[in-house]
């Protein structure tokens, strides 16, 4: 009998792109697998549920009906400023899942756990490795630390086998236009021929991922990574904003103007953080396979839907 594999947040940015993933490398052929989200799209290649992920008792019922092997959480939140949410969904849930199975010994043989590269925040040594102490700069990196706390928690009293990733930036198509990144490529696809786009700082530096390199990343640390650890996801390298684009705009073709708006321009702003990726390249024998600008145009070009 197949192995069960539960994904929660399966609608969101890294789930779609985790059910390509599923499918492009055949691993149902392995593993059954479940999503579960608030809503959810018909996919031929996973079962899916809607549930509010926020409840605890859907949680359990989820649980307790599915008693999975592996457990992935994808849920998570960036977009609030209120810390009370940012809590219940960043910490909250992850929470719930172990005290549930904690409580009701679903025998779950690994958990995967999705922290932050915010987590670090503000940090004196380049490149950030997994044992520098966090300094989180802003209340979404706090809430991730605490997730971390509570993942340990778990893993040290209850001795469930949880391992925790730290993504830095992520690139694909999709993503929030939220972040900065998005929202160029949403700016610049608006733009016929001629116009401007609105920016922040263009010279803070950060190390980004195609999120086909880091589902690569958390697929292998699921089985490969060391319970109780923390694993960057990271390309390991760091490019400035103008780059990006300058990449962006010269993909485009179009003759598009640079205007900064102090607006964007916050007091708080690390200028460089790129994260050491020695230790997955180690232990579960991966590497980076795609370029920045082959990311960069591939959002540009499918207008990041």
Same mark, same amino acid.
């Given at each position: 009998?197949?192995e069960?594999?539960l994904? #929660? !947040? ?8 985790f059910?390509e993933y ?11 697998f ?5 809503? /959810? ?6 079962? #899916?549920?809607v #549930? ?12 307790i ?6 457990i ?19 910490v @909250? ?20 756990? &999705? $922290?932050?590269?915010?987590?670090? !925040? ?5 490149p950030i ?7 989180? /700069?802003?209340?979404? !990196?706090?809430?991730?630390? &605490? ?5 340990d928690y ?15 930036? &992520? #690139? @694909? ?8 990144? $998005?929202?160029?490529v949403?700016q610049?696809?608006k733009?016929d ?5 609105? /920016?922040g ?23 490969? !990574?060391?319970? $109780?650890?923390i694993y960057? /996801?990271?390309? $390991?390298q ?5 780059e ?30 790129? @994260? ?13 396979t ?8 591939k ?7």
């Amino acid at each position: 009998m197949k192995e069960k594999v539960l994904i #929660l !947040g399966v609608s969101g940015f890294t789930g779609r792109h985790f059910v390509e993933y599923i499918s492009k490398n055949n691993l149902t052929e392995e593993y059954d697998f479940f999503g579960a989200d608030s809503c /959810v799209s018909e996919n031929p290649k996973i079962q #899916l549920k809607v #549930l509010d992920l926020t409840e605890f008792d859907n949680i359990r019922s989820l649980l307790i009906e599915l008693k999975p092997e592996y457990i992935i959480n994808l849920i998570g939140t960036f977009t609030s400023s209120n810390f009370t949410q940012l809590i219940k969904i960043n910490v @909250g849930i992850t929470e719930n899942i172990l005290s549930i199975c904690a409580l009701e010994n679903i025998p779950v043989k690994r958990f995967l756990l &999705l $922290g932050s590269a915010a987590e670090y !925040g503000l940090s004196k040594t380049l490149p950030i490795d997994e044992n520098q102490k966090t300094a989180p /700069v802003t209340l979404y !990196g706090l809430s991730k630390v &605490l997730q971390n706390h509570t993942a340990d928690y778990f893993f040290r009293n209850n001795k469930l086998n949880i391992i925790m990733v730290r993504p830095f930036n &992520l #690139l @694909g198509v999709g993503i929030s236009n939220a972040l900065s990144i $998005g929202s160029f490529v949403e700016q610049i696809n608006k733009i016929d021929k001629k116009g401007s786009i609105s /920016v922040g700082n263009t010279f803070t530096k950060r190390d980004f991922l195609d999120i086909a390199d880091a589902i690569d990343a958390y697929w292998k640390i699921l089985f490969n !990574g060391k319970a $109780g650890e923390i694993y960057n /996801v990271c390309a $390991g390298q760091s490019y400035s904003i103008s780059e990006i684009l300058s990449i962006l705009i010269k993909g485009s073709g179009k003759d598009i103007d640079i205007i900064v708006n102090e607006k964007f321009i916050h007091n708080n702003d690390i200028l460089d953080s790129f @994260g050491d990726n020695s230790k997955i390249k180690a232990q579960i024998n991966w590497k980076v396979t795609e370029p920045l600008e082959n990311s960069l145009l591939k959002m540009l070009n499918n207008g990041n839907n």
